[in-house]
């Protein structure tokens, strides 16, 4: 009896045992198979064929818009301000009247000229009177010739004191001119830090105002020693003269980013690079017949160059990464491989790529945030042509 309850309870233990085990070996099985995550389907993105475009290129140069002409008006006489015929930023004629100083002690000062003149020229007549008077009486032996030279001699001296009073007159004439200040050239009034009243003169620091004179604008703007040798070896000419004059006319991009309407024409160059900057300056000159333009503007100067068979490529197309630029080609294997491009150029939204890129290549276009080196791709194959049509170069 005992015999068969000890056999029954060890089979009851290796049916629980049994029991277990199954149902450890059902739960591996279902968190094993649980655990495995869905195969996830490859994203659908575009792509684009790269290949060669005749395009025209633009660099851009940050400059600063002066006037032809930066006139300084200054006083050439002491006064005080009587009047201020201007306003500032007024646009004013050759000869307008701009300032005038109190006139009344330079007036005096030529009354006082016109009437030492007179005297001096009533003391010239009456030294020709006693020449006249004592030249026959010479001749006749009368008088000995000595008073006769002295006569001379005074009539001599009386005309040079005409002369002298006649150039004190001719001199205070200038400084009541003086006290009327007049544009020299049309332009545009800047600043006046003065007001009516207030005591000016030749030895004043600061200038009434400055007149720019703005029928024509010189833009300057500076190359970099890099941009410089890429410019000698752009264009034709054996010296630099030579190859400004090959410069094809420039844009202005003002401030708003648009664009000018009226194209200006390089000019000259600095003789020699500024040490501290690195940079040699241009300057281009633009008609301002409707004088939009005014000194103290900024903007930028486009010179734009014909580029043959350039890799062309849209920035969307494009992601930085520590300072360079980047793309993700297609393998033959569809997935992507993030690699860095060296650009050479920009033409409005596209990059011009000089190395790291060929014709026939494949790179995504965009959907760049979500792709990672060796992630496979469902490539939907995009038109380049229609990227220009839609957005032209």
Known sequence: MKKNQFN?????????????TSAAIYSCGSSTANDTPAQMPAQA???????DHQVTAHREFTASIEGSRDIEIRPQVDGYLDRISVDEG??????????????RPYLEQLNTANASLQSAKAALESAAINV??????????????????????????????????????????????????????????????FKTGSLVGKSTMEALTVLSETKDIHVYFSMSELDFLDFKQQFPGNT???????????????????????????????????????????RATFPNVNGLLRSGNTGKVRIARQLTKSVLIPQEATFELQDK?????????????????????????????????????????????????????????????????????
Do not use: W
Request: aromatic share 6%; charged share 20%; net charge positive.
């Open 132 to 193: 006249d008077k004592l030249t026959p009486l010479v001749a006749n032996n009368v008088v000995s010739d000595v008073q006769l030279k002295t006569a001379k001699a005074a009539y001599d001296a009386a005309k040079a004191n005409v002369s002298q009073a006649q150039a004190a007159v001719d001199a205070a004439k200038i400084n009541v001119g003086y006290t009327s200040i007049k544009a020299p050239a049309d332009g545009y009034i800047g600043t006046i830090p």
């Open 325 to 393: 630029v980047f793309v993700y080609t297609l393998l033959d294997s569809n997935k992507v491989e993030g690699r860095p491009v060296t650009v050479s150029d920009r033409s409005g939204r596209y990059y011009l790529i000089s190395k790291g890129l060929k014709p026939g290549e494949k790179i995504v276009y965009n959907g760049l945030d979500r792709l990672r080196d060796g992630m496979a791709i469902a490539p939907q194959q995009m038109s380049m042509d229609s990227l220009l049509t839609a957005n032209p170069i």
């Open 90 to 103: 007024a646009y004013v004629r050759k000869g307008q009247t701009l300032f005038h100083i109190d006139a």
């Open 240 to 282: 630099i003269e030579q190859k400004i004059k090959q410069i094809p006319p420039v844009e202005l991009v003002l401030a708003d980013n648009s664009i000018y309407p009226q194209k200006g024409k390089v000019e000259i160059v600095e003789g020699q690079f500024d040490k501290t900057m690195g940079a040699i300056n241009f």
């Open 8 to 20: 029954s309870t060890h089979r009851l233990i290796a049916l629980f045992l049994l029991a277990s």
């Open 45 to 51: 993105l575009p792509v684009i064929t790269v290949s």
